[in-house]
C-alpha cells in the first residue's frame, strides 16, 4: 500500500514538474508576440537608446512645452511604436510630454523578445529619461498598458518616479490563465511588486476585460500604497477604454497628475 501511494506521488509530482517546465518554455511566445514592425527609420520622434552589451532601443520622444510631467510609456505585446502612436499623441494632445520605448524582437529593437530584454528597455527608458533628456525622477509617471504594465511596475518598484499608472495589467503572468498561484516559477509577479512601490499610484481596469480580467486590477489595486486611485470602465474591454470613457478616461489622468508632489 505504501509503495503504491509512493509510486503515485512520484508520478503526480514527475507530471507537476513537466507542467512547471512546459508553461515556462511556452510562455515566452505566449508572452511576446511581436508583431511584423509597423513603421520605419522616418518615425517622428524616434531615437536609438543604448543599453547594455551595446544592445540599441527604439524609442520615440515627443515633447511638449508646456508639460509638468513626462509619461514613461510601455505598449502592450502585440503593439510597438507604430500602432502605439495613436495613444503617445493622445497623451501629448492632453498635456504631456511621452517616451516609449519597444522590446527586444518589436519594431527596429534588435534581438530576440525576452523578459530580461523587456526589462533591460524600460531600464534604458530611464536612464534615457534622466540622465539624457533631463527630466527630474519625480515628474515621471510611468504607465503601462498589459504586459507594459509589468514594465512599468518593475521599475517603480525599484527607482524613483512620480507616480505609477497601471492600465488592464496582470497580477503575474501564469495567473491570467490559472488565476491563482498553482504553478512553479511565475514570471513577472506585479501583485508582489506592488509592496515595494513607494509612490502615489492610478489602477485603470475594464470591467468587461475578456483578455485579462478585472479580479486583476482589483487585486493590484488593494496591494498598492497609499495614496492611491482607481477607475474602473463599465463595458471596458482590453483594448478600448479610451474610447469607451471618452474624455473622463483623459480626466482621471490629469487629475491623478494634478495630485502628484
Given at each position: 500500500?505504501f509503495?503504491?501511494?509512493?509510486?503515485i506521488?512520484?508520478?503526480?509530482?514527475?507530471?507537476?514538474?513537466?507542467?512547471?517546465w512546459?508553461a515556462?518554455?511556452?510562455s515566452?511566445?505566449m508572452?511576446?508576440p511581436?508583431?511584423?514592425?509597423?513603421?520605419g527609420?522616418?518615425?517622428?520622434g524616434?531615437?536609438?537608446l543604448?543599453?547594455p552589451?551595446g544592445r540599441?532601443?527604439a524609442a520615440v520622444?515627443r515633447a511638449?512645452?508646456?508639460a509638468?510631467?513626462l509619461?514613461l510609456?510601455?505598449?502592450?505585446?502585440?503593439?510597438?511604436?507604430?500602432?502605439?502612436t495613436?495613444?503617445?499623441e493622445?497623451?501629448?494632445?492632453?498635456?504631456?510630454?511621452?517616451?516609449?520605448?519597444?522590446?527586444p524582437?518589436?519594431?527596429?529593437?534588435?534581438?530576440k523578445p525576452?523578459?530580461?530584454g523587456f526589462?533591460a528597455?524600460?531600464?534604458a527608458?530611464?536612464?534615457?529619461?534622466?540622465?539624457?533628456l533631463?527630466?527630474?525622477k519625480?515628474?515621471?509617471?510611468?504607465?503601462g498598458?498589459s504586459?507594459g504594465g509589468?514594465?512599468a511596475l518593475?521599475?517603480?518598484?525599484?527607482?524613483k518616479?512620480?507616480g505609477?499608472?497601471l492600465?488592464?495589467?496582470f497580477?503575474?503572468a501564469?495567473?491570467?490563465?490559472?488565476?491563482?498561484?498553482?504553478?512553479l516559477?511565475?514570471?513577472?509577479?506585479?501583485?508582489?511588486?506592488?509592496?515595494a512601490?513607494r509612490?502615489?499610484?492610478?489602477?485603470?481596469?475594464?470591467?468587461?476585460d475578456g483578455?485579462?480580467?478585472?479580479?486583476?486590477?482589483r487585486?493590484?489595486?488593494?496591494?498598492?500604497?497609499?495614496p492611491?486611485r482607481s477607475?474602473?470602465?463599465?463595458n471596458g474591454?482590453?483594448?478600448?477604454?479610451p474610447?469607451?470613457?471618452?474624455?473622463r478616461?483623459w480626466?482621471?489622468l490629469a487629475?491623478f497628475?494634478?495630485t502628484l508632489?
Amino acid at each position: 500500500m505504501f509503495r503504491s501511494v509512493a509510486r503515485i506521488a512520484l508520478v503526480l509530482a514527475v507530471l507537476y514538474a513537466l507542467v512547471c517546465w512546459w508553461a515556462r518554455w511556452i510562455s515566452t511566445s505566449m508572452l511576446f508576440p511581436a508583431p511584423l514592425p509597423t513603421y520605419g527609420e522616418k518615425l517622428p520622434g524616434l531615437v536609438m537608446l543604448p543599453g547594455p552589451e551595446g544592445r540599441k532601443f527604439a524609442a520615440v520622444y515627443r515633447a511638449n512645452p508646456q508639460a509638468k510631467h513626462l509619461v514613461l510609456y510601455f505598449h502592450g505585446n502585440g503593439e510597438d511604436l507604430g500602432s502605439a502612436t495613436e495613444q503617445i499623441e493622445e497623451r501629448v494632445r492632453h498635456g504631456f510630454a511621452v517616451l516609449a520605448v519597444d522590446y527586444p524582437g518589436y519594431g527596429l529593437t534588435g534581438g530576440k523578445p525576452s523578459e530580461a530584454g523587456f526589462y533591460a528597455s524600460a531600464d534604458a527608458a530611464y536612464r534615457h529619461a534622466t540622465e539624457v533628456l533631463g527630466w527630474p525622477k519625480e515628474r515621471i509617471i510611468v504607465n503601462g498598458f498589459s504586459l507594459g504594465g509589468a514594465g512599468a511596475l518593475w521599475l517603480a518598484s525599484r527607482e524613483k518616479v512620480g507616480g505609477l499608472v497601471l492600465q488592464n495589467a496582470f497580477m503575474s503572468a501564469y495567473r491570467v490563465m490559472t488565476g491563482a498561484p498553482v504553478v512553479l516559477g511565475d514570471r513577472m509577479p506585479n501583485l508582489r511588486r506592488m509592496r515595494a512601490v513607494r509612490c502615489p499610484v492610478l489602477v485603470i481596469h475594464g470591467c468587461e476585460d475578456g483578455v485579462i480580467a478585472w479580479e486583476h486590477g482589483r487585486r493590484l489595486f488593494e496591494a498598492a500604497p497609499e495614496p492611491k486611485r482607481s477607475f474602473w470602465v463599465s463595458n471596458g474591454n482590453h483594448n478600448n477604454l479610451p474610447e469607451v470613457a471618452g474624455e473622463r478616461y483623459w480626466r482621471e489622468l490629469a487629475d491623478f497628475a494634478a495630485t502628484l508632489p
